[in-house]
């Protein structure tokens, strides 16, 4: 079978450098944070063009951390898109606020900013735009309405780490940024890690409380700040303790370990050039497969896609996968349903047919093999079973 994604080819591509880098790691005693971390935070700020970094333990603690550094809780409302992975949503209530959605684009499935401005309420604080299947969202004009509303713009980067926006990276377009290293990401570690980007100060300095349990300066600062209060740092005295003793906070163990860090270090230097050949890849599906049943991506014209998944439109998603899966090529679905209709959101009150565009990606959508590592052959064995294919 020609799998969806493979993180095996990737790891045997680099596997002294990313053994070495492990081992370095495991010698030094060094696990949790330190300068491995450190360094891979300003590699990734630097990559992505902005001034901050804040290593988290997964992408979904990225989202939940950036919302609390924003003062972002109970009572406050965030409007992210209906079609993307729980974990937008769920952080939202995580935090206290209600998730409030809006459907996407036709076409490039992304949030629709002509649907943004109905959404918001005087209890709007924040908007979430997903950067779903590696392609950016409209950022400009979500920003500009954002703004407008006194909202701030956290962009949900966890398909799209290198992705390009009107020249400009993702990471660099919201007020703060956040990102998934998951192994099958186009930047992924060797488990569970993520990472949060910004160019606000304060934020960065919340973010970095927040994932240490509220403690140390940075949580006397965050706390000050969140409540309105003048912050002397002359005045804070740990009484020769560590500060990780005084929490300000009730904040998270949300720490990037120095054995990720490491691999993710190993594998920046390469991620643009995986992420062209994405995009090869997805240029020779677009020219070749010809079938009139498959409905293929679309890439705004502002947009450097990235296409962490290369996905499609087909009627009988059902049949279409039995009969890939009979030719030896799997299919994934991203995702099947969608956020308002979601049993854990179900207290919020929508219904079926709010959100049209989304609802009919996750009954149609379907996504064949993306991955630098396909062999031509391969590639070749996708097409003819997609293009082959007559229900």
Not at 64 to 85: C, H, K, N, P
Request: aromatic share 10%.
């Amino acid at each position: 079978m020609i799998p969806v994604m493979n993180v095996q080819r990737q790891y045997a591509s680099l596997q002294d450098e990313l053994d070495k880098a492990a081992l370095e790691v495991l010698h030094s005693g060094g696990y949790i944070l330190g300068p491995k971390v450190a360094d891979f935070e300003k590699q990734f700020a630097d990559y992505c063009g902005a001034k901050y970094s804040v290593g988290v333990g997964n992408g979904t603690d990225a989202l939940v951390i950036a919302l609390l550094a924003a003062g972002i809780g109970q009572g406050d409302e965030v409007i992210t898109t209906a079609m993307t992975f729980v974990s937008t949503a769920e952080a939202i209530a995580q935090v206290g606020a209600t998730p409030v959605f809006v459907d996407i684009q036709p076409e490039v499935y992304t949030m629709d900013p002509s649907k943004l401005e109905a959404a918001f309420t005087d209890k709007t604080k924040a908007v979430i735009p997903v950067h779903i299947y590696g392609q950016a969202a409209d950022m400009d004009e979500i920003c500009r309405i954002a703004h407008a509303h006194n909202a701030i713009v956290i962009e949900d980067c966890a398909q799209a780490a290198g992705a390009k926006y009107k020249g400009r990276r993702t990471c660099s377009l919201g007020d703060m940024a956040c990102v998934s290293f998951f192994p099958t990401k186009n930047l992924g570690a060797a488990g569970d890690a993520g990472i949060i980007v910004t160019n606000n100060e304060d934020f960065y300095k919340g973010c970095l409380a927040y994932r240490v349990h509220g403690s140390g300066i940075n949580g006397a600062y965050t706390y000050a700040r969140l409540n309105n209060q003048e912050f002397d740092e002359s005045k804070i005295d740990f009484h020769g303790n560590l500060p990780k003793y005084y929490n300000y906070l009730v904040g998270f163990n949300s720490r990037l370990d120095a054995l990720q860090a490491a691999m993710l270090s190993v594998k920046l230097p390469h991620l643009d050039s995986w992420n062209e050949r994405r995009r090869q890849i997805a240029a020779i599906y677009n020219d070749k497969i010809t079938n009139a049943k498959i409905t293929k991506p679309v890439v705004a014209d502002y947009n450097e896609h990235i296409f962490y998944v290369y996905p499609l439109r087909v009627e009988d998603r059902a049949a279409f996968r039995a009969f890939l899966e009979e030719r030896g090529v799997t299919t994934g679905v991203y995702f099947p349903v969608p956020m308002h209709e979601q049993a854990c959101f179900a207290g919020l009150g929508y219904k079926h047919g709010d959100f049209p565009v989304a609802e009919d990606l996750a009954e149609h959508g379907v996504t064949i093999p993306m991955f630098p590592e396909l062999t031509d052959e391969e590639i070749q064995t996708v097409i003819d079973a997609v293009n082959a294919y007559a229900n």
